[in-house]
């Protein structure tokens, strides 16, 4: 067992929820419990499924059952259930706090001069907006 892995607890809680194949034929070759732990293994660490390590099953079987379950909504049922179960027992708070003690501002928004500053015409000491030129130039007529 890994050490992000699922503990018997977990299982025991977890293994109700899940939905029961119907197909007959030949047993599955990964158990549930292995192939979930890879998906959650993947979750937890956002490293490629490629990267999922082998104990847990070949990837493409991990990434099929987690897919599978994300398309017809068996790990949103999941959640809903396991959060209804701790709401039950008093294990979970719906209270929401919001601290606004930090308040970003727009890096735009961080002291610089309203007329931008990267403009040759609005340099310090700058006084025309056309260049001068000197006075042993001749101008044109």
């Known amino acids: 067992m890994g050490r992000g892995d699922l503990t018997n607890e977990q299982w025991a809680r977890l293994e109700p929820l899940l939905p029961t194949g119907i197909k007959s034929g ?9 192939l979930i732990d890879g998906s959650r293994w993947r979750t937890r660490t956002g490293a490629p499924w490629r990267d999922v390590p082998a104990r847990y099953g070949p990837w493409q079987t991990v ?13 949103r049922r999941i959640l809903t259930a396991l959060q209804a179960q701790a709401d039950a027992t008093g294990l979970i708070t719906w209270e929401v706090s919001v601290d606004s003690t ?6 735009h928004a961080a002291g610089a001069r309203k007329g931008g500053s990267g ?3 609005n340099r310090a000491g700058s006084t025309s907006s056309r260049p001068t030129m000197g006075s042993g130039v001749r101008g044109v007529g």
């Open 26 to 34: 030949r047993p599955p070759t990964w158990s549930k419990r292995q």
């Open 102 to 107: 930090v308040a970003r501002a727009h890096q």
């Open 63 to 75: 990434y099929g059952l987690f897919r599978r379950w994300q398309r017809d909504g068996t790990w």
């Open 119 to 121: 403009n040759a015409k």
